[in-house]
C-alpha cells in the first residue's frame, strides 16, 4: 500500500472515529487557562455590578455546536457578576439562537427581562448598524424583540449608544468582530471582547496584541479554559477529549505521510 | 453619456462625504451620516426581496423546463415556503414550530456542512504538510507545535508545547499576518478612492 | 492638459502642506488650559451638549485628606444651583454631558468631609459642536497622505512614464483556466466568496477580475456560473457580465439565470456552491472576493473535481487554505492590483503603484518608531496612536 497516497475516504473514516468515539466516553483532561481566556475574563471581572454590556449573537446555526460553550459560559459569567446583557444579532440566523441562549441561561440565574437583560433582535447590514448605534441604540433598535419599547424598562432607559456600555461581547463564527473592532472600537474608543470559533481565532491576534480587542475565547479550547475559571464543567471540557484525539489523528497522517515520502525517495 | 456619469457622480458625492463625515463630530453631519446608514438598511431590506424572488424565478424554470435535477428544486422551494410560513404564522418565539424546525433541521444540516471542514482540514494538511524542504520542515514544526499546544495533552508532554504554540501565533504567525494586512489596507485604500475618484469603473459594467 | 495636471498637482501639495503645518502650529485648546489650576471649557472635538470641568490636586484646592467632590451647575443668571454628580478628587476631571449649546454655565465644586471642606467655582462656559474633531487628525494626515501620493503619481503618469507591475502568476492563470475549460467542454465557475458585501473593496477588486473573466467566457463561448450569497452582489454581477458579453458581441449567448443569488447564509452559500460544483464539475473555478470559514470547504470541492483553481482574498487566515487547495493564490493586495494589471489602463496602474510608495512611507514609520521605541521615546507611537 502507498502510504503517500492513502485514500482520503480513509482519513476521513478515522477521522470520524477519533472524534466520536471519544464523545462517548466520560473521561475529562486537565485543562491549563492560556492568557487570552484570561483577558477576557478579567475584563469582565473589572466591571463595575449593574453596568451594562452588548452581547451580539453574530452567529449561525452551523457553528452552534462549537460556538454554544463558549457563548454560555461568557453569558454565565457576566449574569454571575450581575452586570446587565443588552442582546441583539447582526446575522438572522442569530437571532433565534441569542433569544433561546439569553432566556435560558436568565432563568437559570433568576434574573428578568427587562430588569437584567434585554433582547433587540436583528438588524441587517452589520457596517451600518455598528455606526448607528455609536450615535443612538435606539435609532438603530426602535422596538426589541417583543415589539415593545425597551427605553421604557428603567434599568436600560438611560442607554443612548456606546458611551452608556462597559463592554462589546461579540459571539461570532466569522469576521464580525472585525468590523467591531473596526467600527466601534476604532471610531467609539468602545472595549470589545469576542467569543468565536478556533478556526478564526488565529486572525485575531493581530488585534488582541494591539490591544483593539481586549481578548477572545476560542472555540472548544477556551470554552474548557472559561468554565474552568468558572467552576463547571460544560461542553468545552467534555469536548476536549474528541478534540485531542482528533488532532492527534491529523498529526499522525501527516508523520506517516512524510515517512512514506521519505522512504520511497531512497 | 448621463447612463455613465450619474453613477458616477452619485459614487463621487456618497464615497466624498463617507470619507469626510468622519472628522466631524457637528450633529448637522452626524444626523446625515444616520440618515446615510438609513437608508443603507432600507435599501439592503428590498435587495432581499430581490433575492427571494431571483431564487423563486430560477427553480421555476428549472421545475417548468423539467431541467437536469429539477426535483432539487422542488424541495428547495418548498423549504421555503414551509419555513417562512411558520414563521408568519406561529412566531419565531420558544416553543413554536418554526424554531422547532430551526433546532432540529437547520442547525444539524448546517453543523453538518460545516463540520466538512474538519475532514478537508486533515486531508489538505496530509496533501500539503510535505517535508520537502527546510522552509517545509519549518512549517510543519509548527504546525505540530500549535496543533499540540490547543488541546490539554499538549500541556500534559510539556509546559513548553503550549507555551511554544502561543509564542508562534503571537511573534512569527503575527507579524507575517501584519504585513499581509498592511498591504490589503493599502489596497483597499487605493481602491476606494480609485472608486471614489471615477478611475475604477469596471464593476459598473461599463469600461 | 499637461499645464492644468501641473496646477492641479501643486494646488494640491500647497493645500496639504498648509493643513499638515496648521496642526503643529496650533495646539489643541484643552492641553493650553490645562496648565490652570481650576477651571472649564467647552468639550473640544465633540458634537455639544459637554462641557468639561477640570481641577488640580493643589492644597489650596481641595485638602489633601479629602477624597469626594461634588458638583453643581446652575446656568448663568439663575439663582438655585443644582446637584450634577459626586465624583472623586483624584479624577481631575468631569464631563458635564448635560448642557444645552448656546446658554452659558457656571459651576461650584465642594471638595468637603466631616472634618474640614473648601468650594470653588468655574465658568461661565457654553458649550458649543465642533466642525473638527482634533482627535482624528493622524487619520486625516493619512488620509491626505494617501491623496498627496495618488495626485503626484497621476501627474507623473499624465507626463506619459508607464509603470511596472511585477508579473502575477494568479491573474496570468486567468486565460489558461478559461481556455481549458473551453477546451474540455465545461464551465468556469466564479464566486466571491461569503464575507463581502458590495461596500467592501475587496468586492468591487473581484467584480473587476470578473468582468476580465467574462470578456473570456464571451470570446471562447464557455458556460459562467455566478452563485452569491448578496442580492445586490448578484444585482452588479448581472450587469458586468451582462456589459462583458455585449463588449464582445456574444449577448445572445448571455444566461441571466447563471447569475444568481443562494442564500444569505454561510454554510447554505456553502452547500448551493459545493452542489455546483458537484454537479456541473466545472473546469476552472475562481474563488475572489471575502472568504470565512467556507473557503476550505469550497477549494477542496473543486480540487475533488479536478478544476483548475484561482483563489484570492483578504482574510489572512483562509489565505493559508487557498495555498494548500488551489493552483495559483493571490496574497491580499495583488487582488487589488488585479483590475490595473489585467485591463492595463495606466491610470488604475498609477494607482496600484501609489501602494508601493505608501508602503515604503509605513515601513519607514514602523522602522523610526522601532528604534525610537529602543530608546525609550514613545512621540511617535503615541502621536500615531490617537484616534
Redesign the interface.
Known sequence: MDLTRIDKRIIYLLLLLAVAIPLLTKLELPVNVGPQTEKVFEAIEEIPAGSHIIVSFDIEASSLPEVQPVAEAMIRHTFGRDLRIVGLALFSEGTAIGYNMLSSIAQEFGKEYGEHYIYLGFRPQYVSAILGMGEDINSVFPLDYMNDDWTEYPAFAKVRNYSDISLVLSIADGSLPTYWVEYAGSRYHQKIVTGLTAVMATSYYPYTESGQLVGMVGGLKGAAEYEKLLGYVGGGQRGMLAQSSGHLLIILVVCIANIAAWRKRR | MLRKRIPLLICFVFGAFG?AQ??????I??SG??TV??W??II??F??I???L??FQ?HL?KISRRE??WG?SIVTLSAIIVMASAGFLGG???GTA??WM?DNM??P???T??A????????????????RNVEAGIL?AA??VI??G????G??ISDYI?AGA?WI??VP??SA??A?????G??????????ILG??R?????? | MKGEGTNIFQRWVIVSCLILVSFFIFPSPLYAEAQADCGAHDTPSDGGGSITIFWSDSADLIPAHVDTLTVYRRAVGDSDWDRLAETTTREKLFLDNNTIDGIAYEYRLEAKDSVSGTQFRVGSVTSSPQWFNANRTVVLVGVLACLAVLAGVMYIQRSGKSFYVRPIRGLEAVDEAVGRATEMGKSVLFTPGWGGDIQRPTTIAALNILRYVATKTAEYRCDLYFPTHDPVIMAAAEEVIHEAYIEQGQADIYNADNVFYTTSSQLGYAAAVDGLITRYKPAAVFLLGTFEGEALILAETGNSVGAMQVAGTDSTIQLSFFMVACDYTLIGEELFAASGYLTKDSKILASVKVQDYLKVIIVTLLVVGAIMATFGSSVLSDWLGQT
Open positions: 470619507l468622519y472628522y466631524s463630530p457637528h450633529p453631519v452626524v451620516y444616520s446608514l438609513d443603507v438598511q439592503f431590506a435587495t432581499l430581490v433575492g427571494v431571483s431564487v430560477i424554470k437536469k435535477l432539487y419565531t418565539g420558544r418554526f424554531v430551526f437547520q442547525v444540516m448546517q453543523s456542512v460545516f466538512l471542514l474538519a475532514f478537508f482540514v486533515a486531508t489538505a494538511a496530509y496533501r500539503g504538510f510535505r517535508l510543519l504546525a505540530i496543533m499540540l490547543r488541546i490539554p495533552i500541556a500534559l503550549p502561543e501565533l503571537t504567525s503575527m499576518k501584519r499581509v494586512l498592511i498591504g490589503i493599502l489596497g483597499s485604500i487605493t481602491t476606494a478612492l480609485r472608486v478611475i475604477e469596471s464593476y459598473l459594467g461599463r469600461g
